[in-house]
């Protein structure tokens, strides 16, 4: 049991969550407490031991299901075969009907074990010779769960206690949306106990650890910013304001230090003179700090405008520690979005289209263009930027086969204090295609990007104090 325990921290710090020895050690207690007799209880007093965040359940929850799993092996009364002998398919959707519409746990549990031995099972081992793997996908391919919402809410209002009762026309309306909203919700809740059983399967086969890092999705926070969907943005969106207190905290801290300035070497040995040359009492270069300004630079096309617009909310939340910010959107066509960030803070999901629909970011075509951006912006926006300022360029450097206008961020890097190119490509892509990312490196300091904790790490090291 102790293997399994470090096993199961060792997997959740590789998917990036931080977890100590103090957690280790506490976690181990309470288990030692609760038991292995109810093994939600022991999920759950492992997360308040393990965990700091609420966000951190998508990672823990199927690592946990794979340590400390609800069973091991093939279910009972099953061939075990992974599809030697597949099991009468409409009898198991008439079975999960009755068990959604009874919402029985355990019922539902079962069926979740039942098809994925039925109907997951790939490979070339023929019958009886067992299956190469288990699969979640296919199996809810074959199944279709969520073609059943119509038969299980019949099958609920057919029940004794489903009627509508005395109800108005617009209170069944109402009441007819909750229970479909309800019904989905528990054929989801069945997909995500097919996928854990399927992961459950091949883990056997394959090695707990090894599956635990490869099929289960890591935090939102590591997620490349390219890659991630709907859901992971909008998670991340939600972790602006935190990130930028932590970041605000880290910059007034290198603000203080900086305030006491560099050793004035001439004064520091005049001083010495009292004491024989030995320079006792160093005397410090005073500096007289002035917040800096600051100017972001943001391709806000395709699937860069996710990483533009989370580090644009990131920037707004942490305006407080500047003089100055001012925001430039581009996809071809520079225009300032300072006003649409400030104003719009109350909705930061809606920030992408509020751009793109107010702004003009775009000329006669739909393609990011940064020679033609950044040479508006050195004509019309210089202004902006000063020996003051430091400039953020976000993007992928991908021109699209046009013209770089390497001298317009020349421009803009001779009259700016320092300008950094944050790229959310990999670095082996740079200058890959129509990518002109290192002809950009050599008037700019490039750093790759590719997640919010990259970010993070970035805007902590290189903002100025």
């Not at 074990?113 to 288990?134: H, I, L």
């Not at 206690?161 to 617009?170: A, F, I, L, V, Y």
């Not at 400030?342 to 702004?359: C, F, K, M, N, Q």
């Amino acid at each position: 049991m102790a293997g399994r325990l470090t096993g199961l921290v060792a997997t959740l710090r590789s998917h990036g969550l931080r977890i100590g020895t103090g957690e280790t050690v506490d976690a181990a207690a309470a288990l030692e407490a609760l038991g292995l007799a109810d093994r939600e209880r022991v999920r759950e007093g492992l997360a308040a031991a393990l965990l700091h965040q609420e966000g951190q359940r998508a990672v823990f929850d199927p690592v946990f299901d794979l340590y400390f799993p609800l069973g091991v092996g093939a279910p009972d009364g099953t061939s075990g075969q992974g599809g030697g002998g597949e099991p009468d398919r409409e009898a198991l959707r008439e079975r999960l009907v009755a068990a959604l519409a009874a919402n029985d746990q355990a019922l539902l549990a079962r069926l979740a074990a039942e098809a994925v031995d039925g109907f997951g099972g790939y490979g070339s081992g023929g019958a009886g010779q067992g299956s190469d793997g288990w699969s979640a996908h296919q199996t809810l391919g074959r199944l279709r769960p969520e073609t059943l919402l119509a038969r299980v809410l019949a099958a609920l209002r057919a029940r004794p206690d489903g009627g509508p009762g005395e109800e108005t026309s617009g209170e069944a309306a109402f009441t007819d949306r909750l229970e479909a909203d309800e019904i989905r919700r528990r054929i989801e809740g069945f997909r995500e106990r097919v996928r854990t059983e399927a992961r459950r399967r091949v883990a056997e086969r394959r090695g707990t650890r090894e599956i635990a890092l490869r099929a289960v999705a890591t935090t939102a926070d590591r997620v490349d910013f390219l890659l991630a969907g709907r859901a992971q943005l909008d998670e991340l969106r939600r972790t602006v304001h935190p990130l930028a207190r932590r970041l605000a905290t880290r910059l007034a801290a290198r603000r203080r230090l900086a305030a006491h300035g560099t050793i004035d070497l001439r004064r520091t040995l005049r001083g010495s003179l009292s004491t024989g040359g030995v320079p006792m009492r160093p005397v410090l270069r005073r500096r007289r700090p002035a917040r800096p300004e600051l100017v972001l630079l943001c391709d806000v096309s395709g699937s860069v405008a996710g990483f533009a617009n989370f580090t644009m909310l990131l920037v707004q939340a942490l305006h407080d520690q500047f003089s100055k910010v001012r925001v430039f959107a581009f996809v071809n066509r520079v225009d300032e979005v300072t006003g649409l960030l400030t104003h719009g803070s109350a909705d930061p999901a809606g920030l992408g289209a509020r751009i793109l629909g107010e702004a003009t970011v775009t000329g006669w075509h739909g393609s990011s263009d940064y020679g033609t951006s950044l040479g508006e912006f050195a004509e019309r926006h210089l202004d902006a930027v000063g020996p003051r300022s430091t400039v953020f360029v976000l993007g992928d450097a991908r021109t699209n086969m046009s013209d770089p206008n390497l001298p317009a961020l020349r421009r803009i890097a001779e009259r700016a204090r320092q300008v950094y190119w944050l790229n959310p490509e990999q670095r082996s892509q740079w200058s890959t295609g129509d990518s002109a990312a290192y002809a950009y490196a050599q008037l700019v300091e490039m750093h790759e990007c590719r997640n919010a904790r990259q970010l993070g790490a970035l805007i902590a090291r290189l903002l100025p104090v």
